[in-house]
């Protein structure tokens, strides 16, 4: 059965800072997505990893993906207040059906 | 970008009522469609999957006979919450997938209050 794990589960950072988000997942694939999601409000897709190696940026935030080590980070630079939200990773298991991690509460201080 | 939508954003109802949630692709065909719940501070769990034609695929623990899902054409797909109960209050989300592409598309969520 494919396990997801994030952490940090809650991350609070000063703006301006930088911080990694982890997620590791507990059987091969070679794909990995990325989510946002604000209060209320359902996912917003940020990215899809598809191989390993992968990196994508957008903004200030940058994926990359190691399927070796079964590992992805979301990388956070220079950290704004509009960033706070909860970023889930996802990992595709057969049928393309996803398996989410718990989550990691973002909350960005100024 | 490929749009999902769904119907009702939010919805209210009586305890041992029945309420219907569309999911509708609006500019693709979806091949396949997944309804999620989400409740409050916890993370997205799949309820089922749903093919165009053919009985949804349940997740195990999850009640088809209280969870009806009816995947009519490609491009909607509906999720009936039978006899509901407060427990069944939820935030519930639908996604699309499209054959072809690694994306899947996600609705904006029918948030469930049952009383």
């Known amino acids: 059965e494919l396990k997801v794990e994030q952490n940090p589960l809650f991350l609070s950072m000063q703006e301006g800072k930088n911080y990694t988000i982890y997620c590791n997942y507990s059987?091969?694939?070679?794909?990995l997505y990325w989510y946002r999601q604000d209060p209320g409000k359902s996912l917003e897709s940020l990215f899809v990893l598809l191989s390993n190696g992968a990196v994508k940026q957008e903004g200030r935030l940058m994926a990359s993906l190691d399927t070796k080590a079964r590992l992805s980070t979301l990388h956070i630079t220079a950290a704004v207040h509009d960033l706070s939200a909860t970023y889930f990773c996802a990992v595709p298991e057969y049928g393309n059906k996803l398996v989410f991690g718990a989550g990691t509460i973002l909350r960005v201080k100024s | 970008g490929a749009v999902v939508s769904q119907h009702p954003s939010w919805v209210i109802c009586k305890s041992g009522t029945s309420v219907k949630i569309e999911c509708r692709s609006l500019d693709f065909q979806a091949t396949t469609m997944f309804w999620y719940r989400q409740f409050p501070k916890q993370s997205l769990m799949l309820m089922a999957t749903s093919n165009e034609g053919s009985k949804a695929t349940y997740e195990q623990g999850v009640e088809k006979d209280k969870f009806l899902i009816n995947h009519a054409s490609l491009t909607l797909s509906t999720l009936t919450v039978t006899s509901a109960h407060p427990e069944d209050s939820s935030f519930y989300i639908c996604?699309?997938?499209?054959?072809?592409?690694?994306?899947?598309?996600f609705g904006p969520g029918t948030r469930l209050t049952v009383t």
């Open positions: 996604s699309a997938h499209s054959g072809g592409t690694y994306e899947q598309y």
């Open positions: 059987t091969t694939s070679d794909r």
